[in-house]
């Protein structure tokens, strides 16, 4: 009864940084014209003081600005920033009669967010993943959909593209990708929510392909950065994002044997992949920590170089060599096995051309 006239979609999306704030932006233009959804949207900001001394939740509201992660870009006036996520004090908070929810936080903070919202949601809200990364405990790793299904028993789909934010906001074209499991329905009210003149999305049965090509193209994102670092030109360039669009399928299929090869060439795979190993912040920060020789640590790089953005390249990095030491792969994933290495100080970033092609089979 979700879309009837009395209740229609309520959308909370959980996350304020700078893709955060720009799907905000897209969605509150939607939500606004299209009948179907809840004409506000609740973004909850993981708040934090201003140099002003003012809240960041309390400057968006005033200016509908996202001040500090995407200054200059109005969100929207039905956009409203929410720093509570799941008060059971407070009447208002950010997922209260929210029925789709969309997680665009930094991978690193999203089990945190799920616990919270354990038992405060109901099983019938529907969830989208923007998130790129994986969790990699023992028992082996999960993707961040997964990690959200399972806290909140929901189903969730996932949204990847060549997807750099701040051009998005410009409104620039740019397509995207969303993967679903089963829920076809589902997967077209998502692109309904998204769809713009200037934001293209389609949907693909394969969320496990989606949602990995968007995790491990920030792994060779750090690779691109450091034959840039090293002034290695052109065609080096497009042999490293080879060899790792390869090892991003192979990767891929051994974790998910059900992932389709049609995917990587969906904007999640080939074209998110290229705009981010020549426009996007891993890449840029793996550049300065090349062209340092190696000797700034990646953390101090990213705290000047992003102010308070994050960087997922080298977690997932490290989180990408933990699934191949389990499975005794080391040796099939050059690229990915030389990447981590560099970025730990285990090897010199010129390494990075050491790599011969793997047997991937
Ligand atoms: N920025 C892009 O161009 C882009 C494009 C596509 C996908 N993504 C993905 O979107 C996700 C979110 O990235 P972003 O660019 O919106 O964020 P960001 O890196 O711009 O900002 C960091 C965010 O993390 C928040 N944060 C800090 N500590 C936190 C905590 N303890 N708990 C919860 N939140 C905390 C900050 O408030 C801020 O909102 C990432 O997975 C990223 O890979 C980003």
């Known amino acids: 009864m979700r879309n009837s006239s009395k209740e229609k979609y309520k959308v909370a999306v959980l996350g304020s940084g700078n893709w955060g704030s720009v799907a905000a932006k897209l969605i509150a233009s939607n939500t606004l014209r299209n009948n179907d959804f809840h004409g506000e949207v609740r973004m909850w900001v ?41 008060s059971s004090v407070g009447k208002i908070f950010a997922v209260r009669d929210a029925n789709m929810l969309v997680f665009v936080t930094p991978h690193q903070f999203v089990d945190d967010v799920c616990k919270r919202l354990v038992g405060k949601i109901p099983g019938d809200v529907e969830a989208i993943s923007l998130i790129k990364g994986m969790e990699v405990k023992v028992e082996g790793p999960r993707m961040i959909s997964s990690v959200i299904s399972e806290h909140l028993g929901v189903d969730c789909c996932v949204l990847m593209g060549a ?59 750090i690779a691109a950065g450091f034959v840039d670092g090293l002034n290695m030109g052109m065609n080096t360039k497009a042999a490293i994002i080879r060899i790792g669009l390869n090892e991003m399928r192979a990767f891929s299929k051994r974790l998910f044997p059900s992932v389709k090869d049609d995917t990587f060439f969906e904007s999640c795979g080939v074209a998110d992949l290229i705009a981010t190993c020549f426009g996007g912040r891993n890449r840029k920060v793996a550049e300065a920590f090349a062209i340092n020789g190696g000797q700034r640590a990646f953390k101090e790089l990213e705290e000047e170089m992003l102010k308070g953005q994050k960087l997922q390249g080298v977690l997932t990095a490290e989180e990408v060599y933990g699934v191949l030491q389990k499975n005794k792969w080391l040796d099939l994933f050059p690229l990915f096995r030389t990447i981590h290495e560099i970025c730990t100080g285990n090897r010199p970033v010129s390494a990075i051309i050491s790599c011969n092609e793997p047997q991937l089979a």
């Open 46 to 86: 993981h708040d934090e003081i201003l140099p002003s001394g003012e809240k960041l939740s309390t400057v968006i509201n005033q200016t509908n600005v996202n001040v500090k992660y995407l200054p200059g870009v109005k969100l929207g006036k039905n956009v409203v920033a929410d720093p509570d996520l799941d």
């Open 163 to 221: 997807n750099i934010a701040h051009e998005i906001a410009e409104e620039k074209f740019s397509e995207a990708t969303i993967g679903y499991r089963v829920n076809t329905e589902a997967a077209k009210r998502w692109a309904r929510l998204f769809s713009t003149p200037y934001f293209a999305v389609t949907a693909v049965q394969d969320v496990e392909g989606v949602e990995v090509c968007g995790t491990l193209k920030n792994v060779v994102a």
